[in-house]
């Protein structure tokens, strides 16, 4: 049995809070608020239990009577996030606390009330303009404001409230306009700073929202936090993901903080890999129809080398229908990574079916079947990339490879010297092509070549192979002057 509450204490709650959430340093309108931007109109407020409606519920206590955990004492009106939160954790927001944020925010009314209450007096225009605004009739509670600032012009809050309502209408340039003549008049008025903040949001000014959502939390606004989470948003939408970062952080350490998905995000931009995976992972269970959650951590542990938990997730993508070509290619990275070389051919084959333009991925499907030892169909892609790209080195010596594991030196041959054509200074090619000369017992032609590595890195391993084909030739001594030079310089080489 769960102790509700009515309907009668619900509005109650609302109204001595002038609809804000009461959660310390948020005051969200419930009104006007949404994380779209700041003035979109979506939220509504909650009707949260202090102690709980039923036992097992946080902070429920059983000496309560019905009436009394239904009753308007037990009620704290807050936004949805912060309902949320403070059902998250009893040892961080017990009875007295919350006691404490409602009476507060009650007192916080009260004063904004009073502020309005003195304005209200000046004239029966502002009276007018505030009811016609509260009815959401924005553009005659303008008209309204307009007529009051003609008596009182130096009245800071009628400047304000005219610039509420153009906010609202949306109108953030005239918004904007009357929020800076608010605060040339009463410069140390935080709400002013805070209001002009949320109309440079809005048209994407984020530098000077920045500069007005610090100022206000240096004069020190009540809505701190909500403060921070604009301006936070303001940083992301920046691109100063640190700056967000640290925002964000302060608002976790003070248990309210909600936006896990531009903290992710924030993360990802920052490329805090690790700490971005928490983030998704908590997205993720929280609503595990998201698949763009599951797409940002699959690039993220695929950014921390964490290979096994990328498959995973770029697996649960596709076998759910999301199945772009990147979720493919980058599983097939990661299947190459952990050399699971048929399963990176399959989902190479995969992205080339549908992307058949793009040649990078002929190359990668080549050393697929490459690290699969099927050096036929590697040199068959290989050589795909090279007819229309004959000057792709990588390529050409990844197929002189594959020629030469499968046998067919004269190919091989062929491909190193197209290679060494353009690249004369590295031993490996050199090496290499002495190697396919050896099998083809073509000892003058790979004796040149392994002096030519040896000029280069004079490596024992050269000294061994140059050795073989003196021996081959019936050379013996310059055999054995090579064997003995590879000792001197490597005497634990393998080959002795
Ligand atoms: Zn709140």
Redesign the pocket.
């Given at each position: 049995m769960r102790d509700n509450f009515s309907k009668t204490v619900l509005d109650t709650a609302k109204s001595r809070v002038s609809n804000h959430?009461?959660?310390e340093g948020?005051?969200?309108s419930l009104s006007a608020a949404s994380e779209e931007g700041p003035n979109k109109v979506s939220n509504i407020g909650v009707g949260a239990h202090i102690c709980a409606a039923a036992p097992g519920g946080k902070r429920y206590d059983p000496s309560m009577t019905k009436a009394e955990r239904g009753g308007i004492e037990n009620c704290i009106w807050?936004?949805?996030?912060?309902?949320r939160l403070i059902d998250t954790d009893e040892v961080r927001f017990t009875k007295e606390k919350l006691i404490k944020m409602k009476a507060d925010a009650e007192e916080r009314a009260k004063d904004e009330l009073g502020i309005i209450q003195a304005v209200l007096k000046l004239s029966d225009h502002v009276g007018k303009g505030y009811e016609l605004h509260k009815k959401e009739r924005f553009a005659e509670a303008i008209l309204e404001y307009s007529e009051a600032i003609k008596q009182y012009p130096d009245c800071a809050e009628l400047y304000h409230m005219r610039g509420n309502s153009y906010y609202c209408l949306p109108d953030c340039e005239n918004a904007y306009k009357n929020y800076s003549i608010a605060i040339t008049l009463s410069p140390r008025n935080a709400k002013y700073y805070y209001d002009r903040g949320d109309a440079f949001y809005c048209f994407h000014r984020y530098e000077d929202a920045i500069k007005d959502y610090s100022k206000a939390i240096d004069l020190g606004i009540y809505c701190k936090?909500?403060c921070l989470h604009w301006r936070a948003k303001a940083y992301y939408a920046n691109s100063n993901y640190k700056m967000a970062i640290d925002d964000f952080n302060i608002l976790f350490e003070s248990g309210?903080f909600t936006d896990y998905e531009t903290r992710a995000n924030a993360y990802y931009m920052n490329k805090n890999y690790k700490e971005a995976i928490l983030d998704f992972t908590t997205l993720i269970e929280n609503s595990n129809e998201n698949w763009t959650f599951f797409g940002y951590r699959a690039s993220s542990y695929l950014f921390c080398f964490k290979y096994n938990e990328a498959i995973a997730d770029y697996t649960t993508l596709i076998e759910n229908g999301n199945d772009q070509v990147e979720f493919f290619e980058n599983r097939a990275i990661c299947y190459n990574n952990l050399q699971c070389y048929s399963l990176a051919v399959r989902d190479y084959s995969e992205v080339i079916k549908r992307n058949p333009d793009n040649l990078y991925h002929y190359f990668e499907l080549g050393n697929a079947y490459y690290g699969c030892a099927n050096f036929k169909e590697a040199i068959k892609y290989y050589s795909f990339v090279l007819t229309a790209n004959p000057q792709n080195i990588a390529c050409r010596f990844s197929r002189a490879n594959a020629y030469q594991e499968n046998d067919n030196f004269k190919n091989a041959i062929d491909d190193f010297s197209m290679i060494i054509n353009e690249v004369s200074d590295n031993d490996i090619y050199y090496k290499k092509r002495g190697e396919c000369y050896y099998e083809l017992e073509r000892y003058v032609e790979a004796i040149c070549d392994f002096t030519k590595a040896i000029e280069i890195e004079p490596k024992a391993s050269y000294y061994i192979k140059r050795g073989k084909c003196y021996q081959k030739k019936g050379s013996s001594e310059l055999a054995f002057n090579d064997f003995n030079k590879a000792k001197e310089i490597d005497p634990a080489h393998s080959d002795f």
């Amino acid at each position: 049995m769960r102790d509700n509450f009515s309907k009668t204490v619900l509005d109650t709650a609302k109204s001595r809070v002038s609809n804000h959430c009461s959660f310390e340093g948020c005051w969200k309108s419930l009104s006007a608020a949404s994380e779209e931007g700041p003035n979109k109109v979506s939220n509504i407020g909650v009707g949260a239990h202090i102690c709980a409606a039923a036992p097992g519920g946080k902070r429920y206590d059983p000496s309560m009577t019905k009436a009394e955990r239904g009753g308007i004492e037990n009620c704290i009106w807050m936004c949805q996030d912060h309902a949320r939160l403070i059902d998250t954790d009893e040892v961080r927001f017990t009875k007295e606390k919350l006691i404490k944020m409602k009476a507060d925010a009650e007192e916080r009314a009260k004063d904004e009330l009073g502020i309005i209450q003195a304005v209200l007096k000046l004239s029966d225009h502002v009276g007018k303009g505030y009811e016609l605004h509260k009815k959401e009739r924005f553009a005659e509670a303008i008209l309204e404001y307009s007529e009051a600032i003609k008596q009182y012009p130096d009245c800071a809050e009628l400047y304000h409230m005219r610039g509420n309502s153009y906010y609202c209408l949306p109108d953030c340039e005239n918004a904007y306009k009357n929020y800076s003549i608010a605060i040339t008049l009463s410069p140390r008025n935080a709400k002013y700073y805070y209001d002009r903040g949320d109309a440079f949001y809005c048209f994407h000014r984020y530098e000077d929202a920045i500069k007005d959502y610090s100022k206000a939390i240096d004069l020190g606004i009540y809505c701190k936090y909500e403060c921070l989470h604009w301006r936070a948003k303001a940083y992301y939408a920046n691109s100063n993901y640190k700056m967000a970062i640290d925002d964000f952080n302060i608002l976790f350490e003070s248990g309210s903080f909600t936006d896990y998905e531009t903290r992710a995000n924030a993360y990802y931009m920052n490329k805090n890999y690790k700490e971005a995976i928490l983030d998704f992972t908590t997205l993720i269970e929280n609503s595990n129809e998201n698949w763009t959650f599951f797409g940002y951590r699959a690039s993220s542990y695929l950014f921390c080398f964490k290979y096994n938990e990328a498959i995973a997730d770029y697996t649960t993508l596709i076998e759910n229908g999301n199945d772009q070509v990147e979720f493919f290619e980058n599983r097939a990275i990661c299947y190459n990574n952990l050399q699971c070389y048929s399963l990176a051919v399959r989902d190479y084959s995969e992205v080339i079916k549908r992307n058949p333009d793009n040649l990078y991925h002929y190359f990668e499907l080549g050393n697929a079947y490459y690290g699969c030892a099927n050096f036929k169909e590697a040199i068959k892609y290989y050589s795909f990339v090279l007819t229309a790209n004959p000057q792709n080195i990588a390529c050409r010596f990844s197929r002189a490879n594959a020629y030469q594991e499968n046998d067919n030196f004269k190919n091989a041959i062929d491909d190193f010297s197209m290679i060494i054509n353009e690249v004369s200074d590295n031993d490996i090619y050199y090496k290499k092509r002495g190697e396919c000369y050896y099998e083809l017992e073509r000892y003058v032609e790979a004796i040149c070549d392994f002096t030519k590595a040896i000029e280069i890195e004079p490596k024992a391993s050269y000294y061994i192979k140059r050795g073989k084909c003196y021996q081959k030739k019936g050379s013996s001594e310059l055999a054995f002057n090579d064997f003995n030079k590879a000792k001197e310089i490597d005497p634990a080489h393998s080959d002795f």
